[in-house]
């Protein structure tokens, strides 16, 4: 048998990349020089790592504190439009964005079964007609509003004047407005599934991710709620599904834009990271030129987020840890504060986010933003996905986004002050509280048992709380972060005072 001249060749280089991968790993973990490539530390857990790095609550919220927040906003990101209210973003992005490019979505139930929704291309000649007509029929109804003032100006309307006085006109109704979404107009009063697609993927194997968008009759706020940016989280998933669609277009004020798989890479493969082993829920707003994880929040971030002006973003426990449903909120920002009022028998737990965080990015922007928690990931809970979309129904009635038959339960109370309890012993993890229990200083939370040597090792509440976190029964290791536990203070001083 002859061998191809260039085996040796293909050997030899396959030998040296082998023997440099160990280096240039070496370099980028330790922040050397060559960074050519980026290999990113996977976090331990986001629920663990979002309340330790969290700024303390600096004092009670206050209502001057506004235009500082737009301020970062502004220096966050000089060339992003500030959001404004539903209308307006809308308009604005009509406005700026190609006419020609535009299609009427289809007005469908969202209950029925439908083929997925198909991308947008760019213009194309079938489209530029149906556009064009549509911004013809806008202009010539502009045309004709223009010309109505100047009827007055007329001689008889002039003669006629000081014999009757004209009444005063009576301020029209603000009308409800098409939703330019993804190179598509949604008409007011129409439900709609859209597609969007980072742009990531090879072509020929490229699946869009469905947007539900559902664009009121009446003129109010842009709602956002975004599920499974963790692939691996389903409780967020069924959460803005069964919300979205049990939404009436006909009575609904403003508009609710639902994606229920953000990251549909890692929901197909059953992990909560992107092929690149990246968590996306560190990377926003993103950028066009920088990772994978990066290029994907950037799309998301400018075609879809920059939208809204309110933001539910829905996870779950990860790492086999499990929350009770609750908000993770920055309760510094006086607008963040007065938004999870809204929510309807739904824990707070006062965070400051992580930079990257879709949450953290968003408020930065100018969109009120909190993060909802519910259960446990690779789940689905009837009881966590319940509690979900009835506190997400609470947030639309508040917002007069909906009218109905609401009645609200006892508040739960904010959590100004929380913390981990972590295992100081490896073994198997066996707990003897539940969530939401009440604990005591002291109380044994749970144990690690040796299954070697059979040792036993207490884990105690070092004061008084609530379990809102924990970790499910399994092996853990010395350090592995076993259970939340909510310090209730009812203000920002009394909280000061417990610590």
């Known amino acids: 048998m002859t061998r191809h001249p260039l085996l040796p060749l293909l050997s030899l280089t396959w030998l040296s990349l082998a023997a440099l991968a160990p280096a240039s790993l070496h370099a980028e973990t330790t922040g050397g020089p060559d960074e ?22 600096a004092s009670a919220p206050k209502a001057d504190a506004e235009p500082e927040a737009e301020t ?58 149906p556009a064009t007509a549509v911004g013809d029929t806008k202009a010539a109804e502009a045309a004709s509003d223009a010309d109505q ?32 979404l993804l190179n598509t107009e949604v008409l007011p009063g129409t439900s709609t599934r859209l597609a969007w697609a980072p742009g990531i993927q090879i072509a020929g194997l490229s699946q ?29 998933i069924e959460i803005v599904r069964r919300t979205v669609y049990d939404l009436d277009p006909e009575s609904l004020s403003g508009r609710v834009i639902g994606i229920p798989i953000v990251n549909l890479q890692g929901f197909q493969r059953g992990t909560r990271y992107l092929p690149d082993r990246r968590d996306l829920n560190r990377h926003f707003p993103g950028s066009t030129d920088g990772s994978l994880a990066d290029r994907i929040a950037h799309s998301l971030f400018n075609q879809v987020i920059r939208h809204c002006d309110m933001l539910v973003d829905i996870h779950t426990g990860s790492l086999r840890r499990t929350n009770l ?44 933003a909190v993060t909802l928690e519910a259960g446990e990931s690779l789940r689905i809970q009837e009881h966590q996905i319940n509690a979900g979309v009835h506190s997400l129904n609470s947030l639309m009635e508040k917002q007069g986004m909906v009218s109905r038959m ?56 070092p004061r008084d709380g609530r379990v809102i976190g924990m970790a499910v029964d399994q092996v853990v290791m010395a350090g592995f972060a076993a259970y939340h536990i909510g310090a209730e203070a009812q203000t920002p001083e009394s909280a000061e005072l417990a610590d």
Not at 92 to 103: C, D, H, P, T
Not at 432 to 461: C, F, K, M
Request: hydrophobic share 35%; net charge negative.
């Open 36 to 57: 050519t490539l980026e290999v990113e530390d996977i976090a331990e857990d986001e629920n663990v790592t979002d309340i330790e790095q969290s700024q303390p609550l």
């Open 325 to 368: 449903p609750q908000l993770r909120a920055d309760m510094n920002n006086p607008d963040v504060a007065d938004f999870t009022r809204g929510f309807d028998r739904m824990a707070v737990v006062h965070s400051s986010g992580s930079d990257g965080m879709l949450r953290t990015a968003a408020v930065a922007a100018g969109i009120k």
């Open 406 to 461: 609401f009645v609200w339960g006892e508040p739960e109370p904010v959590y100004y002050n929380s913390f981990w309890v972590r295992a100081e012993h490896g073994g198997i993890l066996f707990s003897d509280v539940e969530l939401g229990d009440t604990i005591s200083q002291g109380q044994v939370l749970g144990y690690v048992a040796d299954p070697i040597t059979n040792a036993q090792h207490p884990i105690r509440a």
């Open 208 to 236: 869009p991710t469905p947007v539900l968008v559902v664009n009121g009759a009446n003129p109010g706020p842009n709602l956002c709620l975004t599920g499974a940016i963790h692939g691996d989280e389903l409780n967020g």
């Open 149 to 180: 003032p100047a009827e007055p100006a007329t001689p008889e309307t002039a003669t006629a004047e000081p014999e009757t006085a004209a009444p005063e006109p009576e301020p029209e109704p603000v009308q409800a407005t098409s939703l330019t």
């Open 72 to 129: 970062d906003a502004a220096q966050a990101d000089p060339t992003a439009t500030p959001a404004g209210t539903g209308d307006a973003s809308s308009n604005a992005q009509s406005e700026n964005g190609n006419a020609a490019s535009k299609v009427i979505a289809p007005n469908i139930d969202l209950k029925e079964v439908a083929p997925p929704p198909e991308v947008q291309p760019a213009a194309t000649e079938a489209e530029t007609a």
